[in-house]
């Protein structure tokens, strides 16, 4: 089982940065591949960046350059930075991890960005 609990959304102008936070219970270590995902208001929810346990990340085309996926395993914590925030960022963002074959999310927090 893997609990996970997101914090650090708000509201930011555009061209601001916020940093989000996904704290992890369980075996940190062992989980294979830890996301963050967003979902808009009246869309699909959609991969934003993703990193595996060997530190390998990916990206979605629209925040390459923009968004940092990192994790630090003496935390527990897998982080999102987000700079150069634009109103299309505007969702719901959710932490989630791929744990021996299934897959855990958080309760999600929101990132509004206005213009």
């Known amino acids: 089982q893997v609990h996970l609990v997101e914090s650090g959304g708000g509201l930011v102008q555009a061209g601001g940065s916020l940093r989000l936070s996904c704290a992890a219970s369980g075996s940190f270590l062992s989980i294979d591949v830890l996301g963050w995902h967003r979902q808009a208001p009246g869309k699909q929810r959609e991969l934003v960046a993703a990193?595996?346990?060997?530190?390998?990340?990916n990206y979605a085309d629209s925040v390459k350059g923009r968004f940092t996926i990192s994790r630090d395993n003496a935390k527990n914590t897998v982080y999102l930075q987000m700079n150069s925030l634009k109103p299309e960022d505007t969702a719901v963002y959710y932490c989630?991890?791929?744990?021996?074959?299934?897959?855990?999310w958080g309760q999600g927090t929101q990132v509004t960005v206005s213009s």
């Open positions: 990193i595996t346990s060997g530190g390998s990340t």
């Open positions: 989630a991890a791929s744990y021996v074959g299934a897959d855990y």
